[in-house]
């Protein structure tokens, strides 16, 4: 027995911006990483977690590392979405505007459900 569970995980640098959607958005736009996990709950999305990331690249920068005081605005996150992949790709379809400039891979997670003592 396997699980229709997939991972999708959103690359993007720090300083990506949602776009504006209200008055005050307009003087400062959202963070996309709050942005979207805001938008993954309101979807009914069954996961959404922002992994902090130590150091790292993104297509084309150079490599980055957190510091607690400065840290470059090219520096990478990672947003990760989990449902099935249905779910997720209609999250995809319907974000598209906003995800233009992120690098998305989905994992297929093919997990065996099996109790501890039973037979696979």
Known sequence: MTTDMTALRLYFPISARAQATRFWHRLSAPALAHHLINAARRSGIQQAVLHSIQSGYLK???????????????????????????????????????????????????IPLVPNGQPG
Request: net charge negative; hydrophobic share 35%.
């Open 60 to 110: 084309g920068e150079r490599l980055t590392h957190h510091h607690p005081e400065v840290t470059s605005m090219r520096h990478p996150q990672c947003v990760e979405l989990i449902d099935s992949e249905s779910a997720l790709r209609k999250f995809l379809h319907d974000h598209a505007a906003e995800l233009h400039k992120v690098r998305a891979v989905l994992l297929k997670c093919e």
